[in-house]
């Protein structure tokens, strides 16, 4: 078959800029939004990246995969599994139950939690973290959270998430040490739920 | 204090990228299971098993240029481990260091929490020589991890038993187990007793690496630390009949200093810089 101009992919978009400095500062936000579940935080760190990933997604993405990361995309976007693959070197899969890292760019028909892994009791930390990309966060209102790293209580609205989906995550807390550990992502913000948060609707 | 010239020639913060990353993957499954020990894979490091790798290694992962690192040994900032320490991230990372509780963002510790109580944003790092804390029950690595799993503590308990029946009291003084988040049975590291409150929703992120072992583990801010205890032997701090004798602290986990060979003995704070820092306060024209 003969080559067109349409099978050129277009340039690649550089990664970080200074990659042991911006990693350093994105782990650091995304460690303290892990330490202080559902408050927003903001990742300064824009590295240049396709148009479906947020900022705070490329960012992280950057930051924690490797090819030691199986990475689980909800929808194949070529130039984002390009990047990665390049950037990152991980290995992207079809499966999500196979997925160390998995990127969800809409809340529309997200797979279930009972998709992803969520640790055995004896290895819990072998489980997925998911990294999804949301309308708006806001800690105004909307389900109420409880447990270790929340002094009282807080409050986070996450456009787009449903109820079903809110109902699954309280469900599943009852499987604790296993569980799913969720980075919501807007924009160059992030709010981060581990698998140790009570969620009250 | 002076920053120590930087070394050519290896990454910031010593660590490779690589390294680095698969650290704080284990950092963040740490801190979504409290208690929970994550293997990880421990590196090779400068300096021997058991003077603080681990420690070292979760360090290396946390720190960036901004940070400010104060590394204690038995609650002081001058002792061996402490000053090699502090020297080797001074070296590697060109941060800035300090002996004050309150300025600093990263404390690194071996077998004491500071006085001064933390804040949130800070980070506290415990060097770990054994992480698991059924390990001398129970020598097989594959029968703890299911008595985790299975939230299987009643031989812990048996052990303080055996404590209050040939003691007549609880006689662990140091490495005091605790159930952090109503959970996991955790080893805080050889903390005098004394620190093990201090746990207890503390507003500081705290880690622990243990090098040897290859394990990290933490305790997120405002998490429930609860030392083991029996309704009728409830858990008991140390407390002395003296108060600090250079700043006169009532409150402090204190030292016994041998004076001379004939018996002469001192009390003081083991926390040097919370002893420093109130005699500054006491008369500030002699520090």
Same mark, same amino acid.
Do not use: N
């Given at each position: 078959m003969m080559n067109t101009i349409s099978d050129v992919p277009p340039a690649l978009a550089?990664?970080?800029?200074?990659?042991?400095?911006?990693? =350093?500062?994105?782990?650091?936000?995304?460690?303290?939004?892990?330490?202080?579940p559902g408050e927003i935080k903001r990742i300064d760190a824009r590295p240049p990246a396709p148009a479906q990933l947020m900022p705070a997604a490329a960012a992280l993405c950057l930051t924690l995969l490797d090819f030691e990361t199986v990475l689980w995309t909800q929808n194949p976007h070529s130039a984002v599994s390009e990047y990665l693959r390049f950037h990152c070197g991980c290995p992207v899969t079809q499966t999500p139950s196979q997925a160390a890292f998995a990127w969800i760019d809409s809340t529309m028909n997200m797979p279930p939690l009972s998709a992803f892994i969520a640790g055995d009791p004896e290895y819990p930390d072998r489980s997925t973290t998911l990294l999804i990309q949301v309308k708006s966060l806001s800690n105004a209102s909307g389900v109420r959270l409880f447990g270790p790293g929340i002094r009282e209580s807080i409050y986070l609205d996450v456009a787009g998430i449903p109820a079903a989906y809110?109902?699954?995550?309280?469900?599943?807390?009852?499987?604790?040490?296993?569980? =799913?550990?969720?980075?919501?992502?807007?924009?160059?913000?992030?709010?981060?739920?581990?698998? #140790? #948060?009570?969620?009250?609707? | 204090m002076a920053a120590t010239e930087t070394v050519e020639g290896y990454n910031f913060a010593y660590l490779d990228e690589h390294t680095k990353r698969m650290i704080r993957r284990a950092i963040l499954k740490a801190i979504a299971i409290p208690g929970y020990q994550v293997p990880f894979g421990s590196r090779e490091m400068p300096l021997p098993y058991g003077w603080g790798t681990g420690g070292i290694q979760v360090t290396a992962a946390? !720190?960036?240029?901004?940070?400010?690192?104060?590394? !204690?040994?038995q609650g002081s900032d001058d002792t061996t481990n402490a000053v090699n320490i502090r020297r080797f991230f001074a070296r590697t990372t060109g941060v800035k260091t300090t002996e004050r509780t309150l300025e600093a963002t990263i404390i690194q510790t071996r077998h004491r929490i500071p006085e001064t109580p933390l804040r949130d944003g800070q980070i506290l790092v415990y060097q770990v020589p054994i992480p698991e804390m059924?390990?001398?029950?129970?020598?097989?690595?594959?029968?703890?991890?299911?008595? *985790?799993?299975?939230?299987?503590?009643?031989?812990? *308990?048996?052990?303080?038993?055996?404590? !209050?029946?040939? *003691?007549?009291? !609880?006689?662990?003084?140091?490495?005091y187990p605790v159930i952090v988040n109503e959970r996991y049975l955790m080893r805080p590291s050889p903390i005098p007793k004394f620190d093990n409150p201090k746990m207890h929703m503390n507003p500081a992120l705290q880690l622990f690496g243990a090098g040897r072992e290859k394990r990290i583990y933490a305790v997120p801010p405002y998490t429930a630390v609860r030392s083991l205890d029996f309704e009728d032997h409830p858990f008991e701090t140390q407390h002395w009949d003296h108060a600090c004798e250079l700043c006169g602290a009532a409150d402090s986990f204190l030292d016994e200093v041998i004076m001379d060979d004939r018996g002469t003995r001192m009390f003081v704070c083991s926390d040097s810089e919370y002893c420093l820092s109130r005699r500054e306060k006491q008369q500030p024209a002699v520090a």
């Open positions: 550089p990664g970080f800029d200074q990659p042991v400095f911006d990693s =350093i500062k994105v782990f650091r936000v995304v460690a303290d939004a892990m330490a202080h809110w109902r699954e995550l309280q469900a599943s807390r009852a499987a604790f040490p296993c569980g =799913i550990d969720i980075v919501f992502i807007w924009g160059e913000r992030i709010a981060a739920l581990p698998r #140790t #948060t009570q969620v009250v609707m | 946390v !720190i960036g240029p901004d940070d400010v690192l104060k590394v !204690i040994d059924l390990r001398w029950l129970e020598p097989r690595e594959a029968e703890t991890r299911k008595m *985790h799993a299975l939230s299987e503590y009643g031989a812990m *308990h048996v052990k303080l038993y055996e404590d !209050i029946a040939r *003691h007549g009291y !609880i006689a662990a003084t140091y490495d």
